[in-house]
């Protein structure tokens, strides 16, 4: 079965501090992994997939199959990023995405 | 196209009373998914369709729970008996599935209260 543990409920840093939300996965295929963001009010949105290997509002994620891990990192972090984020899985071509339980993410000036 | 849209945004209901939710998804999306979310806790997958074939359905999902998409295009989830654990946001997603790439678009939810 497919497992996706954030191991943090919450995480507060200072404005400018490097952050990292962890996210660990069970899986016993080639997996896809991906961040979700939710900020207040709004609904929820992809921030990022590892496949693309990109960086999004400066957030990074490196998948690390050997650790099956999926942490998300910003090197500065701004108040703007205040969000519940959550780490999700799916396997290629599949149906469903197994979610993480979630982080909120407080960012303080 | 303004996105995944669902319907009603909030319902209040009593126990043993029957509820529907509807949802629209991004009009060229061939996948929709339903999941259900409470305080707390991620989103938990219940069921998604690929046009108009219902192609999984969780093991945790009850029989009073039963969702359709008669044409491919809009969907609707019916709730039959609703109990307190009933209680939740139910989110809608779509996607438009092309290889490995699985982009999900959600709603804004629909957040059910059943008293």
């Known amino acids: 079965a497919q497992r996706v543990t954030q191991p943090e409920k919450l995480l507060s840093v200072f404005k400018g501090a490097p952050v990292e939300l962890k996210c660990n996965y069970s899986y016993s295929g080639s997996p896809e992994l991906f961040w979700y963001v939710q900020y207040s009010r709004q609904r929820l949105q992809l921030l990022l997939r590892h496949i693309s290997r990109e960086s999004i509002k400066g957030f990074t994620a490196d998948l690390n199959k050997g650790e099956t891990s999926f942490h998300l990192k910003k090197p500065f972090a701004q108040e703007e990023d205040s969000a519940m984020y959550y780490c999700?899985?799916?396997?290629?071509?599949?149906?469903?995405?197994?979610f993480g339980d979630g982080t909120t993410l407080t960012v303080k000036p | 196209d303004t996105g995944v849209s669902q319907n009603p945004r909030h319902k209040i209901t009593k126990r043993g009373q029957n509820v529907t939710f509807r949802c629209d998804p991004i009009s060229e999306h061939n996948r929709l998914y339903w999941y259900r979310q409470t305080l707390g806790q991620g989103p938990e997958f219940l069921t998604y369709?690929?046009?108009?074939?219902?192609?999984?359905k969780s093991r945790l999902l009850s029989d009073r729970f039963s969702a359709e998409r008669p044409k491919g295009s809009f969907s609707t989830l019916e709730i039959q008996r609703t109990e307190q654990g009933d209680s939740a946001m139910y989110l809608c997603?779509?996607?438009?599935?092309?290889?490995?790439?699985?982009?999900?678009?959600f709603g804004p939810g629909t957040r059910l209260t059943v008293l």
């Open positions: 999700a899985l799916s396997h290629a071509n599949a149906g469903k995405s197994t």
């Open positions: 997603a779509s996607s438009l599935a092309r290889g490995a790439y699985n982009e999900q678009f």
């Open positions: 369709f690929q046009n108009e074939a219902q192609l999984e």
